[in-house]
């Protein structure tokens, strides 16, 4: 690499050299010339007066032919001109418009209504022959012939109906097509432009839309010239000038395109010297170079006879022939010299005189003669002058440009050198970023199998949850029924091992709710030490009858710090039955609490060690990187372990990290494994949101996920022995009452139920379980539900969210929307125990929400809960929501003071700030009164009064499609739309915009 930076260096420095040896040169020898080269005063014009050609002012076109002859189209009919006088050739309807000279020397004549050629009589002068007996009878009627253009097909007349072709050779004419707006001709190739569709060129007599050429469409083309050998040069009168490279046509800005666009460009030509020609409507003529830059404009200021253009001609010489509305003018462009005149400030007219070449330095002498109109020679005058040497040629000069040529090489070296290293640091970070990029993909692979992995447990899992469901319910009735001992014994062993497989479900669905975030710490401060001493204890039973030593250590009673009592008991109980498992009998099995006080980056307040270590076999080292991988299942030499699933240790690790700590493990094979958990002090590392106050004490026996017998005592994985059995009390335990037992026995009517689950078996357990009490009414399905709900108007629905047709979310949304089904209870059921699925379920208007599998006495309870609540608070709610005050059959007292609490509220309900005590104020009452005045009139306070009034007025203005929701909210007191709309759904049950659309 280095000998290549060298190379390209010195290969720079050598064109670095070369660029200013040129630079300098040019410099010394082309700067004198430019200086004393330099034309100034005017090109010297010549009008032609219609005085002096004896005809119309007006011309149109001008040619020359081969002999040097200039020919004008004039409206009175077609000039002739040899340089020293005009003939006039008589033309039939007398205006000429266009001429083309064919490569014959042939002129060729388009004019009114008329279209020929001028062949020489018998005498050798010219004279006019019409093509019209060539034309068929219908073709005849043409108008003006605008353009004529010679080629090797033909000569092409343009008229307003036809393009014609005359073939010389076969005495014929043959019209080409119809509808022709501008006729052009570049290359030896023919153009045409239609109006509508843009720019075509004729391919086999036939004319084709070239590529790009519908960007004219609706632009009138007035100019087509060569503009290099690759590109054609169009002007348009009102759009500017473009260049097409026969793909597409971009614009050509040059410094005359505001100059076209205000005078209308008219016609243009290519010039000997590369430079173009712009005639124009009311402007003059404007020369610019290729570039775009302009040379000349020759107008009336200039010594034109009028500013409207309508050709422009460059003759043999290179003089331009202008046609004009006033006449014709010839300007004398290559002629070197230029004319001072009055335009100048000068009186006469005197040549410039010019110095051509680069004077030396030195003494000159300069001798001048002058001649009057009458041809005398004035005397010689002599002026004498010395040219000094320029100071970019002096000593100095040079010294000053030797110092920056050494200064530019060194910057350019430096900064070529240090865009090779640049470059080379460029290719290597896209090295980087490549196998950066590579590995980040692998990662992701990897984490999304890892998720696809806890997607299929967690998806299965919840299919899990009815089967579970229709064997646990049905086992539990059983036992309760049950008198025989010996079927109470395999009842109990049944329904014990039931949750073991729950308890395996719910991890599943656990690594699914870390993974979809769901997952939020909730801590507060607490003493754990007795936390962790409770979970110890409870694997007491387990540790006896394995006969293993269980020891629980601290160095304090109170160490104090933030955590999440049902995460942390999880991970605790993961660690402790995996110790159990794996601890042979005759083993030991410690817990260790201790304090560290050292502060690290990760724990700015110290942090707590807990530790649970075993004398198990140990842990292979080359295994003890991935025993906190989901799923792994460690090779284990102790043939009496049982494999686990691979997921207690998986959720460890996402608690511990969900509390900011961390977790390692030691492990010698043969002497044991340790478990360290480590937690931060302190509250630095916590968010705002992850901080709970009170702290609730968690219930060892209720934690999810945790296999636990009648006792709450939480076992192995091993299958429990079948000797064990239930004493008489907990049998009692289990064995619920009645339900018959919770119904009023004065009710006449049973309360209707009506149960909507796709599953018929599901359907038949809740049936059985519920129809000694109640009523029961199936549906199949969500929409079948509704349908029933609707008609029947059930005391209260139980419906399963997962359904055909409509879930449970849509029933609860729809009946809840309806007045005559919004006041009926509904609790769901489902397989989703997530706080995400229970908060959804809740916020589309279930009153409860039970997960399966599911305990037919608890379900009982909530019924009957709900139900009777329903019917207590029906009353108030009712009242509440219907309540008009000038309806209200109450006293005259009661009706003035709710008469003049309506016009206080009605005064002031545009006031954001109104709340009680200004309530207060302007009902001359105190708050204690007015509260309980008005707690018995509407059952509620005076804020949820002022709330509730608000919002009938807020629900008044949308019905009456007084604005938007947003000014609804400030009309009638909400400071923001998100509050009124929230508060409004909570009232009626249903967005403002949606209430709205249905009242409106």
């Known amino acids: 690499m280095r000998q290549d930076i060298c190379f390209k260096i010195h290969f720079n420095l050598k064109r670095i050299f070369f660029f200013f040896t040129l630079l300098i040169l040019g410099l010394l020898f082309w700067a004198p010339s430019n200086v004393f080269s330099q034309e100034i005063g005017f090109k010297y014009i010549k009008n032609f007066t219609p005085k002096d050609y004896n005809e119309s002012p007006k011309n149109y076109c001008i040619v020359q032919d081969k002999r040097g002859v200039i020919y004008a ?18 033309i039939p309807n007398i205006t000429v418009f266009s001429m083309a000279i064919a490569d014959d020397g042939t002129i060729y004549v388009g004019g009114y209504r008329e279209m020929g050629f001028l062949a020489p009589d018998s005498k050798g002068t010219l004279r006019y022959e019409s093509l019209r007996n060539h034309l068929k009878d219908d073709q005849k009627n043409l108008s003006y012939v605008w ?102 046509a971009t614009p050509f800005e040059t410094d005359v395109d505001d100059y076209l666009k205000e005078n209308k460009l008219y016609h243009g030509i290519r010039l000997e010297s590369g430079d173009f020609a712009l005639a124009t409507f009311g402007g003059g003529l404007a020369i610019i170079d290729s570039g775009g830059r302009l040379k000349y404009l020759f107008d009336e200021d200039a010594g034109l006879q009028d500013n409207s253009v309508k050709h422009v001609f460059q003759d043999n010489q290179g003089n331009l022939w202008l046609s004009l509305d006033s006449g014709i003018s010839k300007i004398e462009y290559k002629s070197p010299f230029s004319i001072f005149d009055k335009r100048s400030k000068l009186p006469g007219s005197v040549l410039a005189v010019t110095w051509h070449g680069s004077p030396n330095s030195g003494l000159y002498t300069f001798r001048l003669q002058a001649k009057n109109v009458y041809g005398h020679l004035s005397r010689e005058d002599i002026f004498q002058f010395k040219v000094f040497i320029p100071w970019y040629r002096t000593w100095w000069a040079y010294l000053f440009y ?29 090295t980087v970023k490549e196998r950066t990029k590579e590995l980040e993909e692998q990662s992701e692979k990897l984490k999304e199998m890892d998720k696809v992995k806890s997607r299929f447990f967690a998806n299965i899992s919840r299919e899990f949850r009815t089967p579970l469901t229709l064997i646990m319910g049905p086992l539990e009735q059983m036992l309760a029924k049950s008198r025989d001992k010996e079927q109470q014994k395999s009842l109990n062993l049944m329904l014990r091992n039931s949750p073991r497989l729950l308890s395996l479900i719910n991890q599943l669905l656990e690594l699914s709710k870390f993974d979809s975030g769901k997952i939020k710490l909730n801590a507060c401060r607490s003493n754990i030490v007795p936390f962790l001493k409770g979970i110890v204890s409870t694997f007491e039973p387990v540790v006896n009858k394995n006969e293993l ?90 043939e009496n372990n049982h494999k686990g699933s691979g997921i207690g240790l998986a959720i460890a690790k996402e608690v511990v990290e969900l509390h900011h700590g961390k977790i390692n493990v030691h492990s010698l094979e ?22 709970v106050e009170p702290c609730i004490p968690a219930d060892v026996k209720g934690v999810p996920g945790v296999p636990v017998d009648d006792k709450g005592v939480p ?71 509704i349908q029933k709900a609707q008609e029947i108007t059930p005391d209260l629905i139980i419906s399963d969210i997962m359904m055909p047709e409509a879930d449970g979310y849509e029933l609860c949304r729809v009946l809840k929307n309806d ?23 809740l916020e589309t208007g279930a009153d409860d929400y039970i997960t399966k599998p599911f305990n037919t006495k608890i379900l009982c309870a909530r ?138």
């Open 863 to 1000: 019924i009957k809960n709900l139900i009777g609540l329903r019917r207590h608070m029906q009353q108030t709610l009712n009242r509440e929501m219907t309540m008009q005050p000038v309806k209200m059959a109450v006293s005259r007292v009661d009706k003035e003071f709710i008469n003049k609490l309506k016009e206080v509220l009605k005064g002031n309900i545009s006031d954001p700030d109104l709340n009680v005590d200004q309530l207060c104020k302007k009902m001359n009452m105190s708050q204690s009164n007015l509260y309980r005045k008005i707690r018995a009139l509407s059952g509620g306070s005076p804020t949820e009064f002022i709330r509730s009034y608000r919002l009938k007025k807020g629900a008044e203005l949308l019905k009456n499609n007084y604005g938007t929701i947003m000014e609804v909210a400030f009309e009638v007191g909400f400071s923001t739309a998100n509050y009124f709309s929230k508060c409004f759904k909570k009232k009626f049950h249903q967005l403002p915009s949606t209430f709205k659309e249905s009242e409106g």
């Open 402 to 430: 030797a110092i920056v040529l050494l200064l530019l090489m060194f910057i350019i070296i430096s900064w070529q050198r240090y865009k090779v290293l640049e470059q080379e640091k460029q290719k290597l970070e896209q």
């Open 147 to 248: 353009k004529t253009y010679s080629t090797k097909e033909g000569v092409h007349f343009q008229t307003r109906e036809y393009l014609f072709r005359w073939d010389g050779k076969r005495k014929q004419i043959k019209v080409l097509t119809k509808d022709v707006n501008a006729l052009f001709t570049c290359r030896e190739e023919l153009y045409i432009r239609r109006e509508g569709t843009g720019l075509l060129q004729m391919k086999d007599d036939s004319f084709e839309l070239v590529p790009g050429g519908e960007a004219f469409a609706e632009k009138k083309i007035f100019m087509m010239v060569e503009y290099d050998s690759q590109q054609l040069l169009i002007g348009t009168n009102k759009n500017g000038l473009y260049l097409y490279d026969g793909m597409k």
């Open 549 to 638: 030593d269980l020891t629980f250590h601290t160095e304090e009673e109170n160490i104090t710090l933030y955590f999440d009592s049902k995460n942390l008991e999880e991970a605790a109980f993961n660690l402790l039955s995996n110790a159990v498992k794996f601890t042979p009998p005759g083993g030991k099995i410690t817990v260790n609490i201790a304090k560290n006080d050292t502060k690290e980056e990760s724990f700015p307040s110290g942090s707590l060690d807990i530790s649970v270590s075993d004398t198990g076999p140990g842990i292979p080292r080359d295994q003890l990187s991935h025993i906190f991988d989901r799923f792994y299942q460690s090779e284990s030499t102790y």
């Open 670 to 691: 043969g002497k044991g494994t340790e478990f360290i958990i480590r937690l931060p002090l302190g509250k630095e590392h916590l968010k705002s949101d992850e901080i």
């Open 73 to 90: 189209a004039n409206q009175g009919g077609l000039l002739e001109y040899d340089g020293v006088s005009w003939r006039l050739i008589p």
């Open 819 to 841: 007045i005559n089904t919004n006041h009926v209870p509904i609790i769901l059921l489902t397989a989703k125990a997530s706080e995400q699925s229970i908060i959804q379920g």
């Open 715 to 785: 076992v192995d994985d091993k299958s429990l022995p079948e000797d064990v059995d239930l004493s008489e009390d907990d049998s009692n335990e289990i064995n619920t009452t009645k339900a018959e037992e919770d119904i009023d026995p004065f009710k006449q009517e049973k309360d209707i139920i009506l149960v909507v689950e796709d599953s018929a078996d599901v359907r038949d357990y809740i049936r059985v379980s519920l129809e000694p009490v109640y009523t029961v009414v199936e549906a199949k399905d969500g929409r079948e539900g």
